[in-house]
């Protein structure tokens, strides 16, 4: 016959390894709010030297404002989402912790915790597939975000070749005559 001590370690590891997904989750959410907060800052530095004199003289200064304005949305609804995500998953966690807790206290006073602990549990779970979702969006909001501004490069960088490409004309031109 099985021990039934073991039965609840068991039981009680169970919910510990979708706390540990949960927390790993937790922290690379974390580190990605923190991400976005700080290309916040970086386009609101870099939106006040366009705004300056010396900034609009810059080669495609109008359009990069345009596209840090069209960003910054974007930027919020990710915070927004990474937020609600973050929520969700310490949501998670604590129900997926109650659920431990809830088995390994029933197993102290000789008591099943019934349907409660499974309750909680796939709660739990449910919490974390939400958040996960949640990070997906986000995710694709951030790779648009990305890729708007590689194409601002890439014409910055076909400005800035038609410059040099011209200035090589010329330098071959005055070296035939």
């Given at each position: 016959m099985?021990?039934?001590n073991l039965s609840v370690l068991t039981a009680m590891i169970t919910p510990a390894v979708l706390i540990g997904g949960g927390s790993t989750l937790l922290m690379s959410t974390s580190t990605r709010l923190g991400r976005a907060t700080d290309r916040v800052r970086q386009l609101t530095a870099r939106f006040k030297v366009l705004v300056s004199p010396q900034g609009q003289q810059e080669a495609l200064a109008r359009e990069e404002k345009q596209m840090?304005?069209?960003?910054l949305p974007r930027l919020a609804r990710r915070t927004?989402?990474?937020q609600g995500a973050m929520t969700a998953l310490?949501?998670?966690v604590a129900l997926l912790v109650l659920t431990s807790i809830l088995i390994g206290a029933g197993a102290l006073v000789g008591e099943t915790?019934?349907?409660a602990a499974v309750i909680l549990a796939l709660l739990g779970a449910a919490?974390?597939?939400y958040a996960a979702l949640l990070l997906s969006f986000e995710t694709r909001l951030s790779a648009r975000t990305t890729q708007e501004e590689m194409r601002f490069l890439l014409d910055l960088g076909?400005?800035?070749a038609g410059l040099y490409n011209g200035?090589?004309?010329r330098v071959g031109q005055a070296a035939n005559s």
């Open positions: 099985a021990d039934p840090i304005m069209r960003q927004r989402i990474i310490y949501l998670a915790s019934g349907p919490s974390l597939a076909q400005h800035y200035e090589t004309e």
